[in-house]
């Protein structure tokens, strides 16, 4: 039978606040991430990111080269154009969008730090901003 962890390691849930300025946009919280990653001080496990709205999300993608971020918001806004849906909140599109980007990553921690590809970023999504939004971070040890 496995050993059930001990309360002592885990880590509660942590949070920091991401203010946009725009009503789409795609903002690098990579430094952010990591900031709550050394906090934790968990070296090796999982990290998981989640944002607890509707119409944000959260993905990993370039953040290199800015034009990716431009492509990206720019044809999200043609595959799901703002418009008439059944909700009448007139954000509906924002919705769509947040859905189609998720709500949650699991990257991986090794040796104190995220493993995140060499032109990786996590961005937070904002689809209808500006507004202040809220990342949750968990740190689960192990490996
Ligand atoms: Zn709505």
């Known amino acids: 039978m496995g050993q059930k ?6 880590t509660p849930r942590d949070s920091f606040e991401v203010p ?14 990591r900031e709550m990653v050394r906090r934790s001080g968990i070296s090796d496990g999982i990290c998981i990111v989640y944002v607890p709205h ?15 971020v431009a492509d990206i918001l720019e044809h999200l806004g043609k595959l799901v154009p703002q418009g008439r849906y059944r909700h ?27 493993e995140l590809g060499t032109w990786q970023g996590v961005f937070l999504c904002e689809f209808d901003g500006p507004r202040r ?9 192990g490996g």
């Open 5 to 10: 962890p001990k309360i002592e390691d885990t």
């Open 20 to 33: 946009t300025s725009s009503r789409s946009q795609m903002v690098d919280i990579t430094a952010r991430v």
């Open 54 to 68: 509707t119409t944000a999300g959260i993905t990993v993608n370039e953040n290199a080269d800015p034009a990716v």
């Open 88 to 114: 009448r909140e007139g954000n509906a599109d924002s919705h769509i969008k947040a859905s189609l980007m998720g709500f949650s990553l699991a990257l991986i921690l090794e040796g104190g730090d995220l």
């Open 133 to 141: 939004r809220r990342v949750w971070v968990k740190v689960i040890p």
